[in-house]
């Protein structure tokens, strides 16, 4: 009997230890600053990311090994793939500078430079257009207006890359807005100004104004009501894959997932003990995972909003955190200088 019980807890031991082994993350290093922004090719078979002090690395998933990597001069807000091009790439800086690449040979093919501070770019799911989110100071016109800092999304087509709209953001003595300070240049790093087009593309978010979120309708031109219910700064904000949703990251240790047919939040989702930088949706849209200060990765279920998994003990404050497309793996980055993959199915065991 004693024998059969020593058995027992072997094996307990061994399938413990097995279970801690699969959820360990694959180590993607070589970072000198804290890693901004991760994103995968829409075949899942590359991994980009970008650290403050300029690093650009792309990677081979399968291999786990780095294809090549590009020195910029500027700390890197923002990484992301063209959905509708696997070779088509972007990374912005906070110097301005928005640099669209050949992913597989870092061949410059344009620049497009904001007179201000890049944050946050993204294509349109169809390719068609990109959206870039910055700010700028004010002119003395414009301060005279009480406009402190000017919140802007400007529209490219990406056949010639040429502005074909800007989206002004920026309201004179808005009761909503900011109250800007040295706060605000305190945090600029973790994705403090972001935008999102929805997957049909005809809606885009933008968390710009504070704590309340703007969502801009292509088909009517106009704004729709915002989206208000955040008690401090929205720093990331994404759609969900089937359009029926989209989520919030805010400096108030929460995130939010809204009806979009409705603009009502569905659920707030408790749990993190510090600002909370970014939200990312599974291709399927059933989870949810949000990446925090308090330096954990944390994946909810949609549709019940319970939380599945705490991955805890990261060392470093998570920044960023993205789904692959095949839904196969969840990447994060942040403070510890370096970007962790895991399998997805192996978290969720």
């Known amino acids: 009997m004693k024998k059969l019980q020593i058995m027992r807890y072997l094996l307990l031991l061994l399938v413990f230890q097995i279970s801690l082994f699969s959820q360990n993350a694959i180590e993607f290093t070589g970072y000198k600053g804290n890693v901004n922004s991760v994103a995968f090719s829409p075949d899942s078979k590359y991994m980009l990311s970008g650290d403050e002090k300029g690093n650009l690395i792309l990677w081979d998933i399968s291999s786990a090994q780095k294809i090549h990597s590009l020195q910029t001069s500027e700390n890197i807000t923002s990484v992301n793939f063209s959905p509708a091009e696997k070779d088509l790439a972007l990374y912005t800086t906070y110097g301005g500078d928005v640099t669209i690449i050949k992913a597989s040979t ?3 093919l344009k620049t497009l430079n904001k007179n201000g501070n890049v944050y946050y770019a993204e294509f349109s799911p169809d390719g068609k257009q990109l959206a870039i989110a910055y700010t700028r100071e004010p002119t003395e016109k414009e301060e005279t207006k009480g406009i402190r800092l000017n919140f802007i999304v400007d529209l490219h087509e990406t056949s010639k890359f040429e502005k074909t709209k800007t989206l002004r953001l920026s309201k004179p003595h808005d009761p909503d807005g900011e109250l800007f300070g040295s706060n605000f240049f305190e945090t ?5 100004f972001s935008c999102a087009f929805s997957s049909n593309s005809l809606y885009l978010a933008s968390g710009s104004m504070g704590k309340n979120i703007a969502i801009y309708s292509f ?5 729709a009501p915002t989206y208000k219910g955040h008690s401090s700064r929205v720093m990331f904000v994404a759609f969900s894959p ?4 989209l989520a919030s990251a805010s400096k108030d240790e929460t995130a939010k997932i809204w009806n979009v047919s409705s603009g009502g939040s569905i659920v707030t989702l408790k749990g993190h003990t510090g600002n909370v930088n970014s939200v990312a949706f599974s291709p399927d849209s059933r989870y949810l995972a949000t990446a925090s200060n308090d330096e954990t990765i944390k994946i909810w279920d949609v549709k019940t909003s319970a939380l599945l998994k705490t991955i805890s003990s990261l060392n470093g404050e998570m920044i960023t955190v993205k789904f692959s497309p095949d839904g196969k ?12 993959m895991w399998e997805v199915s192996h978290l969720l065991q």
């Open 242 to 245: 089937d359009g029926n949703y």
């Open 106 to 108: 870092r061949e410059i």
């Open 329 to 340: 793996y969840l990447a994060a980055g942040g403070s510890n200088e370096k970007v962790l």
């Open 219 to 223: 088909d009517l031109k106009t704004f």
């Open 188 to 192: 600029y790093r973790y994705n403090s």
